[in-house]
């Protein structure tokens, strides 16, 4: 088996958002990766005391070990009780219920010798080579839904909308405080036999496809699996240098918190 993973905030000195984390059982039958990719919110009230990164080591090392350890649950039921702990560590002086309360888009895949499970929330993604291979994108596509209405707004309003329309009915889901949300998620279930390789990627690092548009989907695995994950953010953080204005690839940063995680079978 080859893991290989990287992960890089989007500018040095700020604090990376993303998290990544692999699990193989001392059994060696088996295992679990998770990648989440932190919401920046504005920079005033969150209604919260703690910041992003506290809260996405709290959220991945929950969904990890349970995703890792309790295959008595489903990943759905793993994720609800890994935000019910992260909601637990919070203090009396955090407003949970504030918009803006520190959240994260989520993957998660876990294997044994028969099947694959994944859960995808919001814009990260999981890629999944089969053994003749063909690539299969797992995506949640609510939010990219969204956009093409957001960007008809005057720049100042895009955020506003946006927030408006995250974990509400009629727009998409994040992983914050309400465990309910995790039965938003996308889930599957492939045969193990099936499966040849995964990759789970932060948006900082999909850019390569979604937004620079330098191949596909089959095509971003291909580089991960030729020259591995940090060519990939590499790659990325070429694109976004020679774009700096965002004027040929509109986006919220220049640079993003990048994160891609590699298993081969």
């Given at each position: 088996?080859?893991?290989?993973?990287?992960?890089?905030?989007?500018?040095p000195g700020t604090p990376?958002?993303?998290?990544?984390?692999?699990?193989?059982?001392?059994?060696?039958?088996?295992?679990?990766?998770?990648?989440?990719?932190?919401?920046?919110?504005?920079?005033?009230?969150?209604?919260?005391?703690?910041?992003?990164?506290?809260?996405?080591?709290?959220?991945?090392?929950?969904?990890?070990?349970?995703?890792?350890?309790?295959?008595?649950?489903?990943?759905?039921?793993?994720?609800?009780?890994?935000?019910?702990?992260a909601a637990s560590a919070?203090?009396?002086?955090?407003?949970?219920?504030?918009?803006?309360?520190?959240?994260?888009?989520?993957?998660?895949?876990?294997?044994?010798?028969?099947?694959?499970?994944?859960?995808?929330?919001?814009?990260?993604?999981?890629?999944?080579?089969?053994?003749?291979?063909?690539?299969?994108?797992?995506?949640?596509?609510?939010?990219?839904?969204?956009?093409?209405?957001?960007?008809?707004?005057?720049?100042?309003?895009?955020?506003?909308?946006?927030?408006?329309?995250?974990?509400?009915?009629?727009?998409?889901?994040?992983?914050?405080?309400?465990?309910?949300?995790?039965?938003?998620?996308?889930?599957?279930?492939?045969?193990?036999?099936?499966?040849?390789?995964?990759?789970?990627?932060?948006?900082?690092?999909?850019?390569?496809?979604?937004?620079?548009?330098?191949?596909?989907?089959?095509?971003?695995?291909?580089?991960?699996?030729?020259?591995?994950?940090?060519?990939?953010?590499?790659?990325?953080?070429?694109?976004?240098?020679?774009?700096?204005?965002?004027?040929?690839?509109?986006r919220g940063k220049v640079?993003?918190?990048?994160?891609?995680?590699?298993?081969?079978?």
């Amino acid at each position: 088996m080859r893991i290989e993973a990287v992960s890089e905030p989007g500018s040095p000195g700020t604090p990376n958002e993303d998290y990544a984390s692999v699990a193989l059982p001392a059994a060696g039958r088996g295992g679990a990766l998770v990648v989440l990719d932190g919401v920046t919110p504005p920079p005033d009230d969150t209604g919260c005391e703690h910041d992003v990164p506290w809260y996405v080591a709290r959220l991945g090392g929950a969904l990890l070990e349970l995703s890792g350890s309790r295959r008595d649950m489903t990943l759905t039921q793993c994720l609800a009780s890994a935000i019910e702990r992260a909601a637990s560590a919070h203090g009396p002086c955090c407003d949970l219920s504030h918009r803006r309360t520190p959240q994260a888009t989520v993957v998660v895949a876990r294997w044994d010798e028969t099947a694959v499970e994944h859960l995808v929330l919001s814009d990260s993604a999981l890629l999944v080579e089969d053994v003749d291979g063909a690539v299969l994108p797992v995506l949640d596509t609510r939010l990219d839904r969204l956009r093409p209405a957001a960007r008809e707004l005057p720049p100042g309003e895009r955020t506003a909308y946006l927030e408006g329309l995250r974990n509400a009915e009629g727009g998409f889901f994040t992983a914050a405080a309400d465990p309910a949300v995790a039965r938003r998620a996308v889930t599957g279930r492939l045969p193990r036999e099936r499966v040849r390789a995964l990759a789970a990627l932060s948006d900082g690092a999909t850019r390569w496809a979604e937004t620079f548009r330098l191949g596909d989907w089959a095509a971003l695995m291909a580089v991960l699996r030729a020259e591995g994950p940090r060519s990939l953010v590499a790659r990325v953080r070429a694109a976004e240098a020679a774009d700096g204005s965002r004027a040929a690839h509109p986006r919220g940063k220049v640079h993003d918190d990048a994160t891609a995680v590699l298993v081969e079978f």
